[in-house]
């Protein structure tokens, strides 16, 4: 069964701490990003989500980022697998918005 709860790491070397998933499914952590596009340093930034618990432990999830050193935010989607004899993995989609000066803009602010 899935346990979001603790430290994950991505391909890229980013790094998720979920502190707790609460009964009904709700978890808040921070999210230490190791790729970023913004002119400032990288900061850890907070994060708060949602599980979907169901019986067969393989639940979806969703949570949000709000990035401390930029003016963005991102949403991420996925999966977490837990299948016999190997470790959770979990598996994401995401988008990044990021605030633009103008509504003519608004087409390169979401990728």
Partial sequence: KCDLTGLWKNDLGSVMHVSMVSEDGNFFGEYHTAVSSAEKPIEISPLVGSQHLDEDGQCT?????NWK???STAVFVGQCFAEDGKEEALQTSWLLREKVDSL??????TR
């Fill in 61 to 65: 999830f969703g949570f949000t980022v």
């Fill in 69 to 71: 050193f930029s003016d």
């Fill in 104 to 109: 003519s803009s608004d087409w390169k602010a």
